[in-house]
């Protein structure tokens, strides 16, 4: 998505080899446009995939979540985060693992809020190795819901996310902008006319 | 805001004498079209005071805040919770109380995010006892910004938040919802009319 990969090379702030900031438009400040945009690119991608229920993870999920849900008309469900590992009769729950911040979170989400008929549309913020969206992955199949794809925003296309993905199941993993490699504090991304 | 009070009355859990569980279209589940009913709402009722940021808390108050800031044409903020007080030169921070939780998170808002030119409005989901609302406040006053308004989905208008709020300054608190009472499992609404 041209707009976005703008976005990141103008505004986004590689910091040491391997960490892209975009505080200033994505996790900590938001441009409800770009997010706008965004939801309706994913919306276009995942058109004909029946989605009845778009599952992220708070915090940094929620608004291109809910900006896709909006242009599929859709309901979604974020997964709360939450240091304890408690266990309970109505909840679907994962460990995720943040290689970023060294913890283990268990995401949780309300049984009431996905079931067998569910089609699944995950969508994230970024895709680097990939354990947030095995997370997803594990509450959808608890639900016995089918996942009809994934939707990110930031694909770090230099670590092992996606093959992490595709060697779980996942199918049909859709990245708006796709990270081959920092250089010299610059942004280079995945050339898709030669892919 | 008459759709908001229908949902609530349709959808909304009261359990016990005080708690309204909203987790199947607010905060847990998000219904994104609601969401943008009420982004307009919050813009049309601000239209004049020249926001130029939202501020708001993670995770429930996003939603609302980019669906706010969408039709504001205005640059969303959302705090980050934390229960780890460490000061930093480059964060604005407050402390909140959770009487739901009984615990005290720190909010951090990055420095380059909010400025003494900037005219916030504030955003939340629950106005209960008002200590969210009041963050939001202490972090936008660290940076000098004008705060011109506060925009709340659900107030619970029995308890003590809209007042605390008034005695610490802030003006223009608007509510989507404003909750009377609880009764027999029903949600009673204020009635705007007889104010």
Chains 1, 2 share one sequence.
Do not use: C, W
Not at 159 to 174: K, M, S
């Amino acid at each position: 998505m041209k707009e976005l990969e703008k976005r990141i090379q103008a505004d986004g702030r590689v910091l040491g080899k391997n960490i892209l900031k975009v505080d200033s438009f994505l996790n900590h400040q938001i441009d409800p446009q770009l997010m706008q945009d965004m939801g309706k690119e994913f919306a276009r991608f995942f058109a004909d995939e029946g989605v009845t229920k778009i599952l992220t993870i708070e915090a940094s999920g929620i608004a291109p979540a809910v900006m896709a849900g909006l242009a599929l008309d859709v309901p979604v469900v974020f997964g709360r985060k939450s240091k304890s590992q408690i266990l309970t009769d109505d909840a679907l729950t994962a460990d995720v693992y943040s290689y970023t911040k060294q913890t283990t979170n268990q995401i949780r989400v309300d049984k009431r809020f996905l079931t067998a008929d569910d089609r699944v549309l995950l969508i994230d913020d970024f895709l680097a190795n990939g354990q947030a969206l095995l997370g997803l992955k594990a509450i959808a199949d608890q639900a016995n819901a089918s996942i009809v794809g994934s939707g990110i925003v930031i694909e770090k296309a230099f670590q092992q996310g996606r093959q992490n993905a595709l060697d779980a199941g996942l199918t049909n993993v859709h990245s708006l902008a796709r990270i081959a490699a920092f250089e010299d504090g610059q942004v280079l991304f995945v050339n898709e006319e030669t892919e």
